[in-house]
RNA sequence: CUGCCCGUAGCUCAACCGGAUAGAGCACCAGUUUUCUAAACUGGGGGUUACAGGUUCGAUUCCUGUCGGGCAGGCCA
């Protein structure tokens, strides 16, 4: 629609100006019910290139504009914009898009079947996944889900970092719980995991069991002198948990590329060596720094520790070189904002690879910090500290589709506040309840009519003319296009909140009318109305990753 | 001290990358059911968009400064 309106508008521009190129023409959705269904700023944008007042040059758009059978009315408002408004056919047009297209409606073509790599979580296997980890599950899949809505190819990737001096942390905290040292004691590891999950690990690492991991069997050796196995068996028991609570919260990766892995292949060294024989490196105080300061940052950065292993972001830039050589043009790391000094860390040691690689590759979605309160207070999250809100435990309470919900509704940028009483509560106006309801209570009508739904079609000469119509059917219009935008600003959370919005005129049509009237052709009608709208939300909440229930 | 993010109704948050009268939900007040699910609907009050300047036809949005909150600034990740 807003394709069509650009065609008529750019065949006048043509007409009365040198532009050779339509990407001036700009048609918004106004917000005012009473400014139609588009508008346009193109008057105001004109109006000093032609040297008239903007409402001058809309009078003569306005005369020149083809007519179109689509559109009932063009009105010139305010400083100069041009309002248009659809007319039935218009409308009817949209519903049966909607009805044909189904599970498909919404989707668009623009990726072209590019590839995109989206990595998301990458949670360090030192731990289970809390709600800050929900938050990047949550955005990095629904961000997945858009991509592949907008006809690109995705790859979801996970990043283990099973290597490190987290790593040895790990193994030591367990070895402390294995020797039955308490957490307060001093000879506990000063920096030491605090969880009681340490000590579950600790249990099943004595009594020499065995943990799935990814296809491959674990067995731990039982003996606390054998570091390499304690660590290992604890790598495995954790990703292990880290898998299934992933499940749980449906969320599925392709993917999953370890830490460990680049130094096994050699690929760490590799790089290491591009950077000094690029020359971007220098010795100093027995270190090896990389000279990111060429590149926009504010300080030089250590790559090689004195003890000879290597900073986290040297595999950190092998991993994304290795990302760039599968031949991912475009990647989206989404990680929380606590990482954002990485940013110019691992675009810098590409850059020094002198491989052409875009200084702006790869893009970042961050997600800033989240305050939870439970029983009015907040419960700070601390993985040493061993105070934990896991994300296991909030989807038993919660549910998935609620953890999911709320963990997607803000941009990723703020930082949220999640109300664990308030979100579990059942009998609270809970969202995604009121959403879920909307579809249910259409599939409800639809049952109790028994039609073959597959049938139902809108006749060209219908018209609708209630305002509860007219609302619900601008949301059906409007949704591709937010799905459109949500793609193109990394922002999910667009998709929540238009599945209210959406909802709540559904809500008010079912309060306004009855669908299984008498008159055949107007019950064919309202029914095709309220199907093609649970199409629409049926596929919204499948871009959320949030089931759409037949009844409730 | 430096960098990044944020500051919008009592609370939680939107606002289509400069547009028209800044919108929802929760909470509060008043109503709606002999009807396809009241987990719903209808109406009402509530704002100097932290503050001060600047840019222009026009600013919540862009620029500068101030105040306030968060996160970073490890040879941790």
Not at 14 to 24: H, L
Not at 437 to 447: C, F, G, N, P, Q
Not at 461 to 467: K, L, M, P, R
Request: aromatic share 10%; glycine share 6%; with cysteine.
């Amino acid at each position: 629609m807003k394709a069509h309106l650009t065609e008529l508008l750019f065949s006048v521009v043509k007409q009365i100006t040198d532009y050779t190129d339509s990407s001036i023409i700009i048609i918004d959705r106004p917000k005012i019910i009473s400014h139609g269904d588009f508008s346009t700023n193109l008057c105001l944008i004109l109006s000093k290139k032609l040297k008239k007042s903007p409402r001058d040059v809309a009078a003569i758009i306005l005369d020149k504009i083809p007519p179109s059978d689509l559109i009932t009315k063009i009105e010139i408002a305010g400083a100069g914009f041009l309002n248009f408004f659809l007319s039935s056919k218009a409308n009817n047009v949209i519903i049966n898009s909607a009805l044909n297209l189904k599970n498909d409606y919404g989707k668009n073509q623009t990726g072209n079947h590019q590839k995109i790599q989206i990595e998301f979580v990458s949670a360090n296997p030192t731990g289970p996944l809390h709600i800050g980890h929900g938050r990047g599950a949550a955005i990095g899949d629904c961000l997945a889900r858009l991509f592949e809505a907008s006809g690109w190819i995705v790859t979801r990737e996970f990043y283990y970092n099973d290597a490190g001096e987290q790593i040895n942390n790990l193994a030591r905290s367990v070895k402390a719980s294995c020797q039955n040292i308490p957490t307060d004691d001093p000879k506990f590891p000063s920096d030491g995991y605090h969880g009681e999950y340490i000590n579950e690990i600790a249990k099943d690492f004595l009594s020499m069991e065995t943990i799935e991991c990814q296809g491959e069997s674990i067995k731990a050796s039982g003996k606390i002198k054998d570091t390499k196995s304690m660590q290992e068996f604890s790598v495995a028991y954790l990703r292990n948990e880290q898998d299934q609570d992933l499940i749980a919260f449906r969320t599925k990766f392709d993917v999953y590329s370890l830490e460990s892995s680049f130094y096994e292949n050699g690929k760490v060294e590799k790089v290491v060596n591009t950077l000094i024989k690029e020359g971007h490196t220098y010795e100093k105080d027995g270190a090896l720094w990389l000279k990111t300061t060429n590149f926009g940052d504010d300080k030089d950065r250590v790559m090689q520790k004195t003890d000879g292993s290597y900073t986290y972001f040297i595999p950190d830039v092998t991993y994304h070189l290795d990302k760039w050589e599968r031949g991912f043009k475009k990647v989206i790391n989404e990680q929380g904002a606590d990482h954002h000094s990485t940013i110019s860390r691992v675009r810098a040691g590409l850059q020094g690879l002198n491989k052409n690689i875009p200084k702006d590759w790869p893009e970042y979605v961050l997600h800033q910090m989240i305050t939870v309160i439970k029983g009015n207070k907040e419960i700070k999250i601390s993985k040493r500290a061993g105070s934990y809100l896991t994300l296991r435990e909030l989807i038993n309470e919660v549910g998935c589709d609620a953890t999911r919900y709320f963990l997607v509704a803000r941009r990723p940028d703020s930082q949220l506040v999640f109300d664990v009483d308030l979100a579990k509560s059942q009998n609270n106006n809970n969202p995604v309840f009121y959403i879920q309801y909307a579809h249910a209570r259409i599939s409800k009508v639809l049952e109790q009519w028994g039609g073959d739904i597959s049938t139902l079609k809108l006749d060209d000469s219908f018209t609708f003319d209630s305002q509860a119509e007219l609302k619900l059917i601008k949301s059906i219009g409007i949704y591709p296009e937010i799905v459109l935008q949500a793609t193109n600003e990394l922002a999910p959370h667009q998709i929540a909140n238009f599945l209210k919005d959406c909802a709540a005129e559904l809500h008010s049509y079912y309060n306004d009318s009855k669908f299984l009237v008498e008159d055949e052709k107007i019950k064919i009608a309202r029914l095709s109305l309220i199907n093609s709208a649970k199409y629409v939300l049926r596929n919204g909440l499948h871009l959320l990753g949030i089931e759409a229930p037949q009844k409730m």
